[in-house]
């Protein structure tokens, strides 16, 4: 059964970096595709990264150069390390298994001085 978990969200300052963590159970690795979204308050999830079974990337355009997306599948992991954070970046963080549309609980980011 896949389950997921993100973590490593917290209160950054204006220019600084987080590396988010979703650890991802029972995930099959080399057919699936992983996704990392994002929720502000008032609006829609939207779709930051993907990272698919054979490395490949995609980025939306409000991240595409202080992002990077990653995947370490011995440990059953993926990450999402953003640097360069705005305060418009301050949103709830999730992890997604194409697969299955597994969602994670997802982690609060939040930017601000």
């Known amino acids: 059964q896949v389950q997921l978990v993100e973590s490593g969200g917290g209160l950054v300052q204006p220019g600084g970096s987080l590396r988010l963590v979703c650890a991802a159970s029972?995930?099959?690795?080399?057919?699936?595709?992983i996704g990392w979204y994002r929720q502000a308050p008032g609006t829609g999830r939207d779709l930051l990264a993907t990272i698919s079974r054979d490395d490949s990337t995609y980025y939306r355009d409000s991240v595409k150069g202080r992002s990077t997306i990653s995947r370490d599948t011995s440990k059953n992991m993926v990450f999402l390390q953003i640097n360069d954070l705005k305060p418009e970046d301050t949103a709830v963080y999730y992890c997604?298994?194409?697969?299955?549309?597994?969602w994670g609980p997802g982690t609060q980011v939040t930017v601000s001085s």
């Open positions: 029972g995930v099959t690795w080399t057919i699936t595709t």
């Open positions: 997604n298994d194409y697969l299955t549309n597994k």
